[in-house]
């Protein structure tokens, strides 16, 4: 009989037709929960997260989130509310199948024809008794989709097939069982029944089809109209590895790159990136004037040695690792910033870095990593943080759930909070807001972590492969978990950081965002990505290696401005992508350009924003322009939008207008200097841009020093006003 039942499958696969769709009309399939019932309630929305697959359910019925608790599931329907759901004697007269049809009052609609195969399968169901599928029934293994790549044209459409593969060797149609999503759905649609239906615009786009918590994905291309030369980008400049692949997408997408930039907006983009700051006017008209042929290498080169380049990539990771000092206090917090701005300095390899945050031990007040663990106190609060960062993996879902958008369940979750069971603390712990003193964090004899839902303890393991703990029993798990994660088999931890680096040198990261691998978030160019993360590797996650070598490529020179064949690409780097300055370096860089430095609290005097030691020291103007809540937990995220009070701020600021006006400023110098006006105007605009004034720009800048009505001061004051609220101070470009 089981013979007949899988050939009849695999029949009913060949014609297009789901499982699920014919159990219910055909007596030889026996209609099972796992099987077939919990693949329609996943389909049809009903345990989604705004039905009754959120936290507190819907009208009093809950079911897990997209059927990630079969369990959970079957008691809440056959046996919950004194099994009120379920009439077997009657079974089309059962409430759970008059809701779905809409035959009763719900909320949710009609979820299910009453006159398809789905209604029918359900019916059986109740009939049969609600039987559980047998657990030696073969397993599902993985998923299918075809085609696994299509090129499409402008409004043009085709259908998806989905295949579930199961551990005896079957395979099953159930194309209109999964759930279906779009990673650019601008560009590209799809219907709940798999049908893809590109749009207007050019780009690319991956239609994730997700069927049982297994994901597969099929990329879809739609090239801009018109054809390109092949031979035309067979010409374009290769530096190194990264332009190939970049070249090699927009052929397949037949996008055009746009011309380089000039050397002054190079030399601006390479020292806001590099080192967050502007260079001087006599820095500028140095590299201007250098007619060498290596001179944007050697610049690199140069910068990268700067002091300031530690303060500035150490400002981004405090971002994503600062605790608030009220509740870890104020020395832990600011041993922390001490430790990784001296990681910088030292240019620590990567993978050194992250070993000492995760084995960290320790006091707070000596060891700066400790602080870490002072905070993130609970191993499932300090699992998702390192997961996250250091892995590209969102894991915060699975702590309740089956990730919806992954393949990782509750249980994998815990273990992985498993390594840090025996993290233990000896000191006087917390006492917001004043936690003044120092907390030591050492390995503990004992430790565990248990399932909230089994109460089973769990072991520690990683999300895949394998991580041997040590033989010796007084060992701590988290040494085995940091030579699992920077093993060079482990392909998320060269990946995450190679495109968090990209993001800020580029303007959007090949996975975006930067944090988020998964299936379900394709990159923009994968062979980049692995190229990329591959030679990090390679290097021994020499994070200076690797800007070097983003900036040595001829992408990351390109001009910002558009041609007729990019204007609308945003995630092929065909251009740069110009960002708004961090708040931080936008504040330095008006600081610097009026030649008045800020004062902040609990700083040394003449300090720089990106000196800042934490997000508590009051500043209007970084609140103003994005730097992460202080009150927010981290990893914290900036936000890098533009708003009209940002607009109004650099406009109207009592502190912006403070340094224009200063007495003791750089606008006061020149104004008593003797420059005539034609050589102050070229020198603000080597402070503001980095470049030397056009024609037109001298002759307006001129102008305002032969107006009667303005002095030579307020000549300086206004043009200097003007430059710094325009778009190219404001954006690296």
């Known amino acids: 009989m089981r013979v007949v039942t899988f050939c009849l499958a695999a029949l009913l696969a060949t014609e297009g037709l789901s499982r699920s769709a014919t159990a219910g009309t055909d007596p030889s399939i026996a209609v099972t929960f796992e099987r077939d019932v919990e693949p329609i309630l996943t389909r049809a ?11 507190s359910g819907q009208n009093g019925f809950k079911l897990s989130l997209l059927g990630f608790d079969p369990e959970f599931d079957h008691v809440a329907i056959a046996r919950e509310a004194g099994g009120r759901r379920i009439l077997r004697a009657r079974p089309e007269q059962s409430l759970f199948l008059q809701k779905a049809t809409a035959e009763l009052p719900h909320g949710g609609g009609r979820r299910i024809d009453p006159s398809g195969p789905f209604y029918e399968t359900l ?3 109740i009939e049969a008794g609600l039987p559980r599928t047998a657990a030696e029934a073969p397993k599902l293994e993985g998923v299918v989709v075809e085609p696994a790549e299509r090129r499409l044209e402008r409004d043009e459409s085709f259908e998806l097939r989905v295949t579930a593969r199961f551990s005896d060797g079957t395979t099953e149609d159930v194309t209109h069982l ?6 650019e759905s601008t560009i590209l649609a799809v219907d709940p029944q798999g049908r893809v239906k590109a749009g207007r615009f050019a780009g690319e786009a991956t239609i994730s089809a997700r069927y049982e918590g297994l994901f597969a994905n099929c990329d879809v291309s739609i090239p801009l109209p018109g054809e390109v030369p092949a031979t035309f980008y067979d010409a374009l400049p290769r530096s190194n590895f990264i332009d190939g692949h970049v070249w090699s997408k927009l052929k397949k997408l037949g ?3 746009s011309p380089p930039a000039d050397d002054a907006k190079y030399l601006r983009r390479a020292y806001l990136d590099l080192i967050g700051r502007l260079p001087t006017p006599e820095e500028a008209r140095f590299f201007l004037d250098d007619p060498s042929p290596d001179k944007r290498p050697r610049l690199v080169d140069r910068l990268l040695e700067r002091p300031e380049f530690a303060d500035h990539w150490a400002n981004k990771w405090m971002d994503l690792l600062r605790p608030n000092p009220y509740r870890v206090g104020i020395k832990a917090v600011l041993n922390l910033d001490g430790w990784i701005r001296d990681v910088f300095r030292r240019n620590l390899p990567y993978d050194q870095f992250v070993r000492e945050i995760v084995t960290a031990r320790g006091g707070t007040f000596e060891q700066g990593p400790a602080t870490i663990f002072r905070d993130h106190r609970e191993p499932i609060e300090i699992a998702p943080v390192v997961s996250q960062l250091f892995l590209g993996i969102r894991l915060d879902c699975a702590k309740c759930h089956h990730h919806p958008f992954e393949s990782w369940g509750q249980e994998q979750f815990y273990e992985f909070a498993a390594f840090f069971a025996r993290v233990d603390r000896k000191g006087t712990g917390l006492s917001p807001p004043i936690s003044g003193s120092e907390e030591f964090v050492f390995t503990g004899k004992t430790g565990s972590v248990t399932h909230p839902l089994t109460g089973k303890v769990l072991p520690p393991k990683p999300l895949f492969g394998s991580a041997p703990l040590d033989a010796d029993p007084e060992s701590d798990p988290r040494e085995a978990l940091a030579r699992w994660m920077t093993s060079p088999d482990n392909r998320y931890f060269a990946k995450v950081m190679a495109n968090r680096v990209w993001a800020d040198l580029m303007g959007r990261g ?3 965002p930067v944090d988020d691998i998964r299936a379900t978030n394709p990159p923009s160019n994968g062979p980049l990505l692995e190229a990329l993360a591959d030679d990090f590797r390679d ?8 800007i070097r070598t983003i900036t040595a490529s001829w992408v990351y020179g390109l001009s910002s401005e558009p041609n007729d064949r990019n204007m609308a690409d945003t995630r092929n780097y065909s251009r740069y992508y110009r960002q708004r300055l961090r708040a931080e370096v936008l504040l330095d860089a008006i ?20 000196t800042i030691w934490t997000n508590r020291v009051p500043s209007l103007f970084l609140d103003t322009f994005g730097r992460p809540d202080p009150n927010q937990d981290p990893p914290c995220e900036r936000t890098s939008d533009t708003a009209v009070v940002q607009a109004l701020h650099l406009m109207n600021s009592p502190g912006v207008h403070a340094k224009l006006t200063s007495d003791e400023g750089r606008v006061a110098a020149i104004a008593k200097g003797g420059d005539p006006p034609e050589a102050i105007v070229e020198t603000l605009y080597l402070l503001a841009y980095s470049r030397l004034p056009s024609r037109e720009e001298r002759g307006i800048g001129e102008s305002l ?8 001061l307020g000549a300086v004051e206004d043009l200097l006003w003007a430059l710094l609220n325009a778009p190219e101070f404001v954006f690296k470009d």
């Open 591 to 610: 600081s610097d350009v009026t030649g008045v430095p800020d004062v902040f609290d609990a700083a040394p005097p003449r300090s720089r924003a990106s």
């Open 255 to 257: 996008l055009t790159p």
């Open 123 to 125: 019916r059986r169901w």
């Open 705 to 712: 020093f032969r107006d009667p009505e303005r002095d030579r």
């Open 45 to 55: 929305g009903c345990n989604a997260g705004a039905c009754h697959g959120k936290a």
């Open 510 to 512: 090949v996975v975006d």
């Open 539 to 546: 290097h021994a996650y020499d994070l200076k290696h690797l």
């Open 178 to 183: 999964a759930a279906y999503g779009s990673s």
